[in-house]
């Protein structure tokens, strides 16, 4: 009976709510589209007063002046500058101090460098020898270089180098390139030519192979080359020597490093026949022990 009654009411409902007016439930007109805001007024030319590829200047205000003295931030900033690339450092650096043990005369070396200046611009000097132990000094070097980084790597070179042994003396001047080579090789190569118009090339190479962190193996090659020949100087054209050497040195610190290793020297050429005139022998091997050190 329920049933029938809930029929009966639905039935006599449907035409009532189909009769319903939906028109309240009708989206209204979208509105017509609004004017450009922007219509009527004219944007600002672009600034003209500094010319296109042109960076613009300097500021010459600081917001922390508003708050700080402005001789204060002047100083503030000068030190920021500084210490950011242009300060002034300085190296001294002994890289062989060695004494060589020969069939022959014993003898002893040394190498070194230094410079001072900021992080493009340095003045640096070189200076290498060797001798015999208690008898004469055979040769001996120094020079005095402007040296300018051409990039984070390599650094160009340029100035004066003067023989102090052997005998007769030279002066020369230089021109050069040094630098740290992909795999970490450190190579130099340098020209000279001296008063007297001789022409000679200078090649170095070293690497420094970690076998822990304190104990490096360093293979080095020395290469010298003249273009003519110097009997005075003992020096004939083309490779007038090669020198190699394998040192192996432990670091107490990086500062201080004694070595011991093995160094071999061979004249070639006249180089050699000038030097058997003399007396000497072409080639040398010596087992050397030394100290690298820095500062």
Same mark, same amino acid.
């Given at each position: /009976?329920k049933? @029938?009654?809930v029929a009966?009411?639905? %039935? ?7 009769? /319903?007016?939906?028109?309240?439930? $009708? /989206?209204? =007109?979208?509105? &017509?589209?609004s004017?450009? *805001?922007?219509?009527?007024?004219? /944007? *600002?030319?672009a ?5 296109k590829?042109? %960076?613009? =200047? ?10 700080y003295?402005?001789?204060?931030m002047? #100083? ?17 650096m002994?890289?062989? @101090?060695?004494?060589r ?14 410079w001072?200046?900021?992080d ?7 200076? &290498? ?7 004469p000094?055979e040769?001996a ?6 040296? #300018?980084?051409?990039d =984070? ?12 042994? *052997? $005998? =007769? ?23 000279f ?11 170095? !190479?070293?690497y ?10 360093? *293979? ?7 273009? $003519?020949?110097v009997?005075e ?5 083309g ?8 040192? @192996?040195?432990y670091?107490?610190a ?24 003399? !007396?000497?022998?072409?080639?040398t091997a ?5 100290l690298?050190f820095?500062?």
């Amino acid at each position: /009976m329920k049933r @029938l009654i809930v029929a009966v009411l639905f %039935a006599s409902a449907t035409p009532a709510l189909a009769q /319903m007016d939906h028109s309240a439930h $009708q /989206m209204p =007109p979208a509105p &017509e589209a609004s004017a450009d *805001p922007h219509a009527g007024h004219s /944007m *600002p030319a672009a600034d003209d007063t500094i010319p296109k590829g042109v %960076a613009p =200047p300097v500021p010459t205000d600081h917001a922390a002046e508003a708050f700080y003295d402005s001789a204060v931030m002047a #100083r503030a900033r000068a030190a920021m500058i500084k210490e950011s690339g242009g300060m002034t450092f300085s190296q001294l650096m002994v890289d062989r @101090l060695e004494y060589r043990a020969n069939k022959g005369a014993n003898g002893y070396a040394w190498e070194g460098e230094g410079w001072i200046g900021g992080d493009i611009n340095r003045f640096a000097f070189k200076t &290498e020898g060797e001798g015999e132990v208690g008898g004469p000094l055979e040769s001996a070097e120094v020079q005095a270089l402007y040296s #300018r980084a051409i990039d =984070p790597w390599w650094n160009v070179v340029a100035g004066v180098r003067h023989d102090i042994r *052997p $005998q =007769p003396q030279r002066s020369y001047a230089t021109v050069g390139i040094e630098g740290l080579a992909p795999y970490w090789f450190e190579v130099e190569g340098q020209a000279f030519v001296s008063t007297k118009g001789d022409v000679h090339l200078r090649m170095e !190479g070293s690497y420094d192979q970690r076998i822990t962190q304190r104990l490096i193996l360093q *293979p080095a090659a020395e290469v010298n080359i003249a273009a $003519q020949d110097v009997p005075e100087l003992g020096i004939g054209s083309g490779i007038s020597n090669i020198e190699l050497g394998l040192r @192996l040195r432990y670091e107490f610190a990086r500062e201080f490093a004694p070595y011991v290793g093995v160094h071999w020297e061979r004249k070639l050429g006249d180089t050699a026949r000038y030097a058997r005139a003399e !007396g000497e022998s072409a080639s040398t091997a010596s087992l050397v022990m030394g100290l690298r050190f820095w500062f």
